[in-house]
């Protein structure tokens, strides 16, 4: 019995979030993630996503299709911000899905910064 309770006192313990961490540290969690994607989704898709189309670092799809499907498309930069969004529901819902079937991730948006090294990137091999 003596051995079990030993054992027991070297497991590690699950830490208690630090005092410091209160409504206000997590509010200006938030607002740093919802700069981030807003300003993500300026440079790279040319449009801003409004309040309902973003929650929680992610970006509706729809979206962003609808995005990708109004592009002129007859500029260098309008072909990269079609490419960029097309790309980005690529890696939403291809690459790396989620349970998600309405949303992406704007984790990736940093992925799509520099258009021209994408192809260059190690993407793996086909299973």
């Known amino acids: 019995m003596v051995i ?4 027991r006192n070297l497991l590690p313990k699950k830490l208690d979030p630090p005092d410091t961490f209160n ?7 938030a607002l740093i ?9 300026i440079a790279y898709f ?4 409004s309040p309902q189309d973003h929650v929680l670092g992610k970006v509706n ?3 962003v299709r609808r995005c990708r499907d109004t592009e002129p498309c007859d500029t260098q930069e309008s072909l990269e911000r079609y490419v960029r969004a097309h790309i980005f ?18 984790k990736f948006l940093p992925l799509l910064r520099d258009f021209h090294r994408i192809s260059a990137y190690s993407w793996g091999q086909p299973v």
């Open 61 to 63: 799809i729809a979206w």
């Open 89 to 106: 529901c690529v890696l939403g819902t291809v690459v790396f899905p989620d349970k998600s079937t309405t949303s992406l991730n704007s």
């Open 4 to 7: 079990i309770i030993a054992i």
């Open 33 to 41: 993630g919802h700069q981030f994607l807003v300003e993500n989704c």
């Open 23 to 29: 409504d206000i540290a997590a509010a200006a969690l």
């Open 46 to 49: 040319g449009q801003e996503p």
